[in-house]
């Protein structure tokens, strides 16, 4: 065990919301190709932590499910003129 790698965040997200800042995050580690993220927690509930994460996901797959409704209805009017989108 041990730490393989330190990455600093650009100041501009260090001072953003905690979700602008786990986004930052997030990003930064995908771009440099990291695969595996492991980290604590200060309150050690990992119940909670489970659920909290859980919620968020389903809280995505509800949103990508809205989004994808919206392509679908949106799209095919589009691409025949029903529908356009103004600059």
Known sequence: SGVSMVTEIPYPFSSMSAEGYAMAGM?????????AVCFGSESGDVEK?????KY????N??????????????LPMLMNGQATISD
């Open 61 to 74: 797959v509800r949103q990508n499910q809205a989004l994808i409704s919206l392509r679908d209805w949106l």
């Open 56 to 59: 968020a996901v389903s809280d």
């Open 49 to 53: 932590l489970t659920s909290l994460a």
């Open 27 to 35: 990003q930064t580690l995908m771009a440099i190709g990291v695969e």
